[in-house]
């Protein structure tokens, strides 16, 4: 979700009604890259999916609340827990930012597009219990209990199939969506990679954050306006 497509001209253009929190929790104008997890960042979907919901909705103002930490295991995202490799607190950090935007709007969604570190035989198995008490969790401390989530599906690339494992956190992706209202499935088929066979090129990263906002707008146009 961080990004790490190259970051174009068309990526630093300025739309008005997006803005994005930053790294000092000030509210400034959401050019690319919006993310701050690791000393690389560059272009994710965050941005073209706020920018299609503008577009669909030009009486608003969007915020994006940037929590994202690149590599991180789903059991990073836990009260208290320490993402090692990048000495952050991701799940406590996610919450006080949103917090603090709150005090400026209203939390409309939570996109999410996370899994590959767990797409092995020893985290996979567990990775759909985990994702539903993530879920619940994340709800209950935002005092939303119908609050939109969107998984979003990882890549999936020809030069590299995906095992048993992959195929396992898929699944359990789609499941979630199917079992718990207010959950989405936002399909990244024909996307390409940067080159690396593991993050989206900055064309598919802005692409997917497209495909994220046809999902919202269709299925939430009605509360896009409440505050």
Known sequence: MAGRGIVAEEDRLVNPQVV????????????????????????GPGRSFAIAVAEEHPGITIGLIPGAVGGSPISSWEPGTLDPATNTYPYDDAIRRTRKAKEAGTLKAILWHQGEIDSN??????YKEKLITLIGRLRQ????????????QLGHFSEKPWDQWWRLVNEAHQEVAQEIKGVYFV?????????????????????????YARIYVDRYAEVIYSR
């Open 187 to 211: 399909s990244s088929n024909g996307l390409k990679h940067k080159g690396d066979i593991l993050h989206f090129s900055a064309v598919a990263a802005r692409e997917l954050g497209r495909r």
């Open 141 to 152: 401390e935002l005092d939303n209990p119908a609050l939109p989530f969107l998984i979003g």
């Open 121 to 126: 035989e020893i985290l996979a198995p567990r």
């Open 20 to 43: 994005t929190l930053n790294k000092d929790e000030e509210w400034v104008p959401a050019v690319d890259p919006i993310h701050f997890d690791k000393p690389f960042v560059g272009v």
